[in-house]
């Protein structure tokens, strides 16, 4: 089974910027895809950025622009960079290899989260 960690949460004001990097037990470059998700309290997951096999990117709209997305294939390592971070970022993000959502059910491999929280 896959292992998966995520790390660089914290607290930070409106406008400021945070990395968040995952560890994985798989390479990257060998699933179907690699992705970051995020849940605010009260509300389901979303999805933040997606990174398929061949290194396309899919972002949501409300991070077009403000983050970016990476991967280090070599090290096993996804990144997340996140800039002018809103109080509407605020949540835990989780990192994700091969999810998919079926009969309300979330599968593939996820990491415990971790919290972001943006303030004024």
């Known amino acids: 089974q896959v292992q998966v960690a995520e790390s660089g949460g914290g607290s930070v004001k409106a406008g400021e910027s945070l990395s968040l990097s995952c560890g994985a037990s798989?390479?990257?470059?060998?699933?179907?895809?690699t992705a970051w998700y995020r849940q605010a309290p009260g509300k389901e997951r979303e999805l933040v950025a997606r990174?398929?096999?061949?290194?396309?990117?899919v972002y949501a709209d409300s991070a077009k622009g403000r983050f970016t997305i990476s991967r280090d294939n070599a090290k096993n390592t996804m990144y997340l960079h996140m800039h002018s971070l809103e109080v509407e970022d605020t949540g835990i993000y989780y990192c994700?290899?091969?999810?998919?959502?079926?009969?309300?059910?979330?599968?593939?491999?996820w990491g415990q989260g971790t919290q972001v929280t943006v303030s004024v």
């Open positions: 798989v390479a990257m470059v060998a699933v179907i895809a």
């Open positions: 994700a290899i091969n999810p998919a959502l079926k009969n309300g059910r979330w599968y593939g491999s």
């Open positions: 990174m398929s096999r061949d290194g396309s990117i």
